[in-house]
């Protein structure tokens, strides 16, 4: 069965593309949701009609979009986590987490464009693709750190203020190159 897609629908094609599909496909699911039209002369010519406006729309909004994809390829995130041995951390950053850090950079971007395979597990930098238009990808930088633990950063502190007094007991300070 011969179908025009009358919206993108993933997998299957764009809009105002004229597909060959399996008739129970089109008559069952594409048909009923809109998602496409039957091809007949009337539609034809309304697609393409419809093709004409929408290469137009299309072009301006990639122009707009490229300065989106600009800033965003500019993009470091630093995540602090919890690690253990051999650089694998407790817990991950997920598509969720970096969709946190960027909305609070002032970008709104849908979690389902994140690109990721699978959650990020390890300290290290990472490249992540966003998808931001169509097929025009971003790619920003995240980097995993590990997380410096409170009493541990204080302690070596401690000691080292121990020290100087324990060496000198006349209580007389050191003089200062």
């Known amino acids: 069965m011969k179908v025009i897609l009358k919206q993108d629908v993933e997998n299957v094609g764009r809009k105002g593309d ?46 707009s979009f490229q300065g989106v994809i600009q800033k965003l390829n ?3 995130l630093t995540f602090a986590r919890k690690a253990g041995e051999k650089d694998h ?3 991950s950053v997920s598509g969720a987490d970096i969709k946190e850090a960027l909305d609070k950079l002032g970008f709104e971007i849908d979690k389902k ?11 290290g930098s990472f490249a992540v693709p966003i998808k931001v238009f169509h097929d025009d990808r971003a790619e920003i930088r995240v980097h995993i750190v590990k997380e410096e633990e409170p009493e541990t950063a204080e302690a070596p502190a401690a000691e080292a203020k121990a020290k100087p007094e324990e060496a000198d007991p006349s209580g007389t300070e050191p003089a200062e190159a």
């Open 18 to 63: 004229i597909l060959n599909v399996a008739s129970g496909y089109g008559r069952n699911y594409l048909i009923p949701r809109r998602l496409a039209l039957e091809v007949t002369p009337s539609n034809l010519k309304m697609i393409e009609i419809e093709r004409a406006a929408l290469k137009k729309k299309v072009e301006a909004e990639r122009t």
């Open 74 to 76: 500019q993009v470091v």
């Open 89 to 91: 951390i407790f817990g």
């Open 113 to 123: 464009k994140i690109v990721l395979d699978e959650p990020l597990k390890r300290l």
